[in-house]
């Protein structure tokens, strides 16, 4: 799935669900290490565990985050 992120600085993310865990997850623009490292960490971790800690984190001043804007990209892909 690809998925247009709204107030952050990265512009896109991929990311595959496989028999409801999260694959390939990969940010376009962003922080880039930070970005690699949440990647990592959920990569094969469950959808709505994954969703469950990441969801609600800020980024600085702003209302979300990258990791916020993926718990609400996979939200959206199994139709939470």
């Known amino acids: 799935m690809e998925y247009s992120p709204k107030g952050v ?3 896109k993310i991929n990311f595959d669900i496989v028999d409801n865990k999260v694959r390939n997850v990969s940010f ?3 922080c880039n290490g930070n970005l690699q490292g949440i990647s990592r960490l ?3 971790m469950d959808v709505d565990e994954a969703i469950s800690r990441i969801e609600g984190i800020h980024c600085g001043f ?3 985050s ?3 804007q993926l718990s ?3 939200k959206e892909a199994v139709g939470k």
């Open 72 to 74: 609400r990209a996979l």
């Open 9 to 11: 600085c990265s512009k």
């Open 42 to 44: 959920i990569e094969g």
């Open 62 to 64: 702003k209302s979300t």
């Open 28 to 30: 376009v623009g962003g």
């Open 66 to 68: 990258c990791p916020d």
